[in-house]
Structures are given as C-alpha cells and as structure tokens.
C-alpha cells in the first residue's frame, strides 16, 4: 500500500476537498473522456446530477460552482480566483462552454446542474453524474464520478475494481497498517520519515520530493499568515465573523507585555489552525490535511513546533510531513477521510493523528511512540460526527481544527513520556472508527440533516 505525501497533501481552494476540489476534478476528467470518445466530440451540451452528499450540503461547499469551474478547465491546483470569476460570469451570460478539442457545448449551470435529494448512488455518498447530450437532447456519454474525500475522484468501474495492480508495485516499505510499519521500522532500523521517503524516491528524486516538500510548508504557512491577517464576514449567510486576526493580536500584546498565562499555548494553536480555516471558508487556497475541513490542524502543530518549541529544526520540516503522510494513508487505506463516509473523525480525527505524529517525530519519538501518539489522537476524535450548520465548512468546522490541533500535541507529549507500549494499537484504533462510520446516521455524515446543523439559534 502506497499513498504519496503528495496525494495526502493537496494544494487546492475552499471550501471543501471532497464536495469542491472533487468535482472540480471530475468536471475534467469528464472534458478529457469527450476528448477521446467520437460520441463526445460530437455533444452540443453538458450537464451533471448531484447525489447524496454533494445534493444536500452543495451549495454550503460551492459544489455547482466547482463543477462549472471544472468544465472551464480549471484545477485546483492551478487556480487563479480573479480570472475564474470573470470566466463563470462569461458562462452565466452567454450559456456556452468552449473547452479546447471540442465544439461548443450549451451549458447554463443555473439549469444543468440538478440536485438529487434522494437515496445516494451506491459507490459512495459523494456521487456525481456528469453527461453530454446531442443537439436533440439524447444522451450521448456519461459517466459516474466519487468524491471520497481529500480530493481523490474514482469513476464508479474504478471503485468496483481490485486495487492488487496498484499494490503490486515493489515498493521498498509498502506497509499497509500499523503493524507491519513498525515491523520494517524495526527491522530496517530506519524512521517511518525515512521509509516514507524511500518509497516516495521510488517515484521521483531525492530533490523533487525535498522541492514538493518545501513547497507544501510554504503554502500552508502563507494560508496561516493571510488568515492572520483577514477580518471581517465569512460568505455563505451565517454571518460568522473571523476571529483569527484579532486573536492573533491580543496573544502578541500579552506576549510584548510578558502577561501570557501557561495555557496561552493552546490559544497559540487555535489561532494557528482557525486562521487557515477561515481562509478554507473564504474559498482561499488550502492544502489539503489530509481533506480541506480539517485543513488547519497539521499546519497549526507545524507552526507551534516552529515558532514555539525549544531547539525546534527547520530541517525537520520534511519528516513531520512524511511521518503525518504515513499516518494519513494508513487512515484512508484502512478507513476514510471523507466526511461523508465516516463523519468528522475521518477528517479532523485523522489530521489530528496525522499531527500528532509528525510531532511526536520531530521531538525525537520512536516509531512505536509516534505510533502510540497517533492512536492516542485518534481514539479521542471516535464518534465525532460531521454536521456543518447550512451546509458550510464553519460551524463547528473551524474551532474543531483548533480543538484537534490542542489534542494532537497532547497526544504526542503523553506518548513521548512512554516508551512506546500501550494497550490499543493504532490499528485497532483505525478499525473501530471504520466501523463507527458505517454504523453513523447518515444525518451525522455530512448531509446537515442532524447535529448541530438542525439545532441553531433562531435569529
């Protein structure tokens, strides 16, 4: 089992990984497959059904406006917000679509894109149907698409397919649970960094994943800054005000007058985590940690290590990832990361044992400690559901990554005063909360029919 860092951590935009970089996504691959069909070069028109959880919560995480993004070409990873405004405007008005290698094709996203508020396709709760009809209006090529989670998109042959191609790859360290990472930490005497990065150099140089690497860090700490920097509204109607920046700047005048209280350092990682969940909110550009609603979390644990911890290296910049990476596609290998799938354990739970790790690592935690702390974290987020209030990744999305972030440093200090053993393995840990998931009420899995979602103050 391999997932590369650069798979568990994406650069992309807001609001959400699963329900805006997803069918982002899969509006282009949609584009490419007309590309290479004679059916499709030959459509007039475009449209896209929304099921299960892309209908009930899609207008909260702008998934019609992703998937119009997505037919105009756009990527999340190459997403310029002025020019793509300008280009969805152009759409609205004009109705036409002019993709590169194909004819114009009528699409009004007001009309061709339906919300389907009944059961969920089979595959997954995040299912879209994208289709391309003749000049009559006949269907001429569609496909299924899953969203499931962290931006990954599978059509519905991939889900139903076996994943032993991909696992038959050699690997150097293809652990595929906790267990047996530990079992070749052990036997290779190396760190679970350096055997991620051994099979990440399986794929790329030694200088393109230090590269990719840095480059991560970077835009995850320039999210941090600009949240720290913003105030005023968050969009979508609930009226939530950010409070990032003025946070931030009673911490640093209680620090200039030397009034900071002990557990000022828990008040440090909130604001390090809200503030790039605010930006999430705004639709700004996130990595997503591993999915975009728990964004702030490994960013926020990578900041106080930083700027915070005594003797901290920014050389070990790249072990944290790689070591929170590893955590990550244990997590989703063996359970999820979506939302949808697993409510908000599979999202913050996970970052906060991703985090956990990483800085458990960094601080000079065996692989069995780190392990230990990434079980610890994780086992604290089991039954947490996933009920965004309208729909939108706010509350109580953004004060839970700054919870997850205080629980993941806990985690990682509590397993570094041991030595590793501990009663329930990560694993185990790792079964409980897929289980957990798949018993969850789907009103508890992002959908907004229960929780919090359903109990608001009346205005």
Same mark, same amino acid.
Request: charged share 20%; hydrophobic share 45%.
């Given at each position: 089992?391999?997932?590369?860092?650069?798979?568990?951590?994406?650069?992309?935009?807001?609001?959400?990984?699963?329900?805006?970089?997803?069918?982002?996504?899969?509006?282009?691959?949609?584009?490419?497959?007309?590309?290479?069909?004679?059916?499709?070069?030959?459509?007039?028109?475009?449209?896209?059904?929304?099921?299960?959880?892309?209908?009930?919560?899609?207008?909260?995480?702008?998934?019609?406006?992703?998937?119009?993004?997505?037919?105009?070409?756009?990527?999340?990873?190459?997403?310029?917000?002025?020019?793509?405004?300008?280009?969805?405007?152009?759409?609205?008005?004009?109705?036409?679509?002019?993709?590169?290698?194909?004819?114009?094709?009528?699409?009004?996203?007001?009309?061709?894109?339906?919300?389907?508020?009944?059961?969920?396709?089979?595959?997954?709760?995040?299912?879209?149907?994208?289709? &391309?009809?003749?000049?009559?209006?006949?269907?001429?090529?569609?496909?299924?698409?899953?969203?499931?989670?962290?931006?990954?998109?599978?059509?519905?042959?991939?889900?139903? &397919?076996?994943?032993?191609?991909?696992?038959?790859?050699?690997?150097?360290?293809?652990?595929?649970?906790?267990?047996?990472?530990?079992?070749?930490?052990?036997?290779?005497?190396?760190?679970? =960094?350096?055997?991620?990065?051994?099979?990440?150099?399986?794929?790329?140089?030694?200088?393109?994943?230090?590269?990719?690497?840095?480059?991560?860090?970077?835009?995850?700490?320039?999210?941090?800054?600009?949240?720290?920097?913003?105030?005023?509204?968050?969009?979508?109607?609930?009226?939530?005000?950010?409070?990032?920046?003025?946070?931030?700047?009673?911490?640093?005048?209680?620090?200039?007058?030397?009034?900071?209280?002990?557990?000022?350092?828990?008040?440090?990682?909130?604001?390090?985590?809200?503030?790039?969940?605010?930006?999430?909110?705004?639709?700004?550009?996130?990595?997503?940690?591993?999915?975009?609603?728990?964004?702030?979390?490994?960013?926020?644990?990578?900041?106080?290590?930083?700027?915070?911890?005594?003797? &901290?290296?920014?050389?070990?910049?790249?072990?944290?990832?790689?070591?929170?990476?590893?955590? +990550? +596609?244990?997590?989703?290998?063996?359970?999820?990361?979506?939302? =949808?799938?697993?409510?908000?354990?599979?999202?913050?739970?996970?970052?906060?044992?991703?985090?956990?790790?990483?800085?458990?690592?960094?601080?000079?935690?065996?692989?069995?400690?780190?392990?230990?702390?990434?079980?610890?974290?994780?086992?604290?987020?089991?039954?947490?559901?996933?009920?965004? &209030?309208?729909?939108?990744?706010?509350?109580?999305?953004?004060?839970?990554?700054?919870?997850?972030?205080?629980?993941?440093?806990?985690?990682?200090?509590?397993?570094?005063?041991?030595?590793?053993?501990?009663?329930?393995?990560?694993?185990?840990?790792?079964?409980?909360?897929?289980?957990?998931?798949?018993?969850?009420? =789907?009103?508890?899995?992002?959908?907004?029919?229960?929780?919090?979602?359903?109990?608001?103050?009346?205005?």
């Amino acid at each position: 089992m391999f997932l590369s860092v650069f798979d568990v951590f994406k650069i992309g935009i807001g609001p959400s990984s699963s329900h805006t970089m997803g069918p982002m996504t899969a509006a282009g691959h949609f584009l490419n497959l007309l590309r290479q069909n004679p059916s499709g070069r030959q459509s007039a028109a475009v449209g896209a059904t929304l099921h299960g959880s892309l209908a009930f919560t899609g207008k909260g995480h702008a998934t019609d406006r992703a998937v119009a993004l997505g037919l105009l070409g756009w990527t999340p990873a190459e997403f310029d917000f002025d020019a793509a405004e300008r280009q969805l405007d152009d759409l609205r008005r004009g109705r036409l679509l002019r993709p590169n290698g194909l004819p114009p094709l009528k699409f009004d996203p007001a009309l061709d894109i339906v919300f389907d508020y009944g059961p969920p396709l089979p595959g997954h709760a995040n299912g879209l149907v994208l289709s &391309a009809r003749d000049s009559t209006g006949a269907v001429m090529l569609d496909e299924t698409y899953y969203s499931i989670g962290g931006g990954f998109v599978v059509t519905a042959r991939e889900r139903e &397919a076996s994943p032993a191609a991909a696992d038959a790859v050699p690997w150097p360290y293809p652990f595929a649970n906790a267990s047996a990472m530990l079992r070749m930490a052990r036997e290779s005497g190396l760190s679970i =960094a350096d055997m991620k990065r051994a099979n990440e150099t399986h794929l790329r140089t030694p200088e393109e994943v230090e590269r990719g690497l840095v480059r991560l860090w970077s835009v995850m700490n320039g999210c941090i800054e600009r949240g720290l920097s913003q105030e005023g509204e968050l969009p979508g109607g609930l009226h939530v005000r950010r409070r990032a920046a003025r946070i931030h700047q009673q911490l640093m005048a209680e620090r200039r007058a030397n009034r900071s209280q002990p557990h000022a350092a828990a008040d440090w990682l909130s604001v390090y985590a809200m503030a790039v969940n605010e930006e999430n909110a705004a639709g700004g550009r996130v990595v997503t940690s591993p999915t975009n609603g728990a964004a702030g979390v490994v960013p926020a644990v990578l900041k106080y290590y930083l700027d915070h911890c005594i003797g &901290a290296e920014p050389d070990k910049i790249a072990d944290f990832l790689l070591t929170a990476a590893a955590i +990550g +596609g244990l997590i989703k290998h063996n359970a999820s990361i979506s939302g =949808a799938e697993a409510g908000c354990q599979g999202e913050v739970g996970a970052a906060a044992a991703m985090a956990a790790a990483g800085f458990c690592a960094v601080l000079g935690g065996s692989p069995e400690q780190i392990e230990n702390a990434a079980e610890i974290a994780l086992e604290h987020h089991l039954g947490m559901t996933c009920d965004p &209030a309208a729909g939108l990744v706010q509350v109580p999305c953004i004060e839970r990554n700054g919870i997850g972030a205080i629980k993941a440093v806990a985690a990682a200090s509590l397993a570094l005063r041991g030595d590793g053993s501990h009663f329930m393995p990560l694993d185990n840990c790792i079964e409980a909360m897929r289980q957990t998931g798949e018993a969850m009420n =789907a009103k508890f899995k992002e959908t907004s029919l229960g929780g919090l979602a359903v109990n608001l103050p009346e205005c």
